[in-house]
């Protein structure tokens, strides 16, 4: 079974692994209402009761099909935790130019929007999604604070912020952040090295992961690092007695951070197979001789 990782600051716990709907609509199998409850309700037999949505996942209408479930289901409510993100406005009829609205109009709006469209009455956290150059803190933190206050939303936070943009929207708001969500991988360490971690170490905060199998790349290796990476989990995989997947998952949890990843596959053996990764914990040597292989350098 996942487990549960604790937020202190903000009474509230999430499963250690979080499903993500960026890929719903790219299922093999489709994304009808019963392809979707088929996934929710695995996810919950494993202990993922978290589900990681954006307003334009699926061309703006993932979080809809999963609404959809929702409203049929009424019971899964009060089992899932929700995350959403806003802030990405794509090019279309309405815009020609991609942009990112930080306004407090547009949150309020991307919030209300959300909750029509997942048909639920309040969402657990809700992300900007990308830091917007034009974003005004003071602004962002009197909406967030007014959305708390209507039960829209339970807890703010922010994804792909660096240190630094983290921390001036966090001095304008009341409460504390709730994470900031970043891209973190095998071949994509950055965030351990350049303050991102830190950070959240400082703050008591835990960072959720995107993209931690490197979009597939530790599957399916292309390049030299890549191909010399895969072998290595493989090595500590056939000794250990796990899967690839395992090793990898299983990697992310030795980080004092206690990082949260986001799962993307739609393959419900995978899904399987990464809610195990907990029963194989990596020795300190067997973590730094995969970090060092992925860099192509050992520890200074």
């Not at 929700?82 to 990405?88: A, E, F, P, R, W």
Request: proline share 6%.
């Amino acid at each position: 079974m996942v487990p549960q990782i604790n937020f202190p600051k903000h009474n509230l716990s999430i499963s250690r692994l979080v499903y993500g709907i960026w890929r719903l609509h790219e299922d093999k199998h489709g994304f009808g209402e019963d392809r979707i409850y088929e996934k929710i309700n695995l996810c919950l037999e494993l202990g993922i009761d978290t589900f990681d949505h954006a307003d334009i996942y699926g061309d703006f209408e993932n979080e809809e099909r999963f609404g959809k479930v929702l409203k049929k289901h009424p019971d899964l409510k009060n089992k899932i935790k929700i995350i959403t993100k806003c802030g990405i406005q794509v090019p279309g009829a309405k815009y020609p130019t991609k942009h990112y609205n930080t306004s407090k109009e547009h949150i309020r709006y991307s919030v209300e929007r959300s909750l029509r469209k997942l048909q639920v009455d309040s969402l657990d956290v809700v992300l900007i999604h990308r830091p917007d150059p034009l974003m005004d803190p003071t602004e962002m933190a009197e909406v967030f604070d007014s959305l708390v206050l209507e039960g829209k939303v339970k807890h703010f936070g922010v994804s792909n912020f660096t240190p630094t943009q983290f921390q001036m929207v966090q001095s304008k708001c009341k409460r504390p952040l709730f994470t900031n969500q970043v891209e973190f991988h095998l071949f994509y360490t950055e965030p351990m090295f350049d303050g991102t971690f830190d950070q959240m170490i400082e703050s008591g905060i835990h960072p959720m992961v995107w993209s931690p199998t490197a979009g597939g790349k530790v599957f399916s290796p292309q390049t030299e690092t890549e191909i010399k990476t895969s072998n290595k989990i493989q090595e500590i995989a056939k000794r250990l007695g796990a899967s690839i997947d395992q090793i990898v998952y299983s990697w992310f949890l030795n980080h004092p951070a206690g990082l949260v990843p986001i799962l993307g596959t739609n393959d419900l053996e995978r899904i399987k197979s990464a809610a195990a990764c907990f029963s194989y914990p990596l020795t300190r040597v067997d973590w730094f001789a995969i970090l060092e292989v992925a860099r192509g350098k050992e520890v200074a």
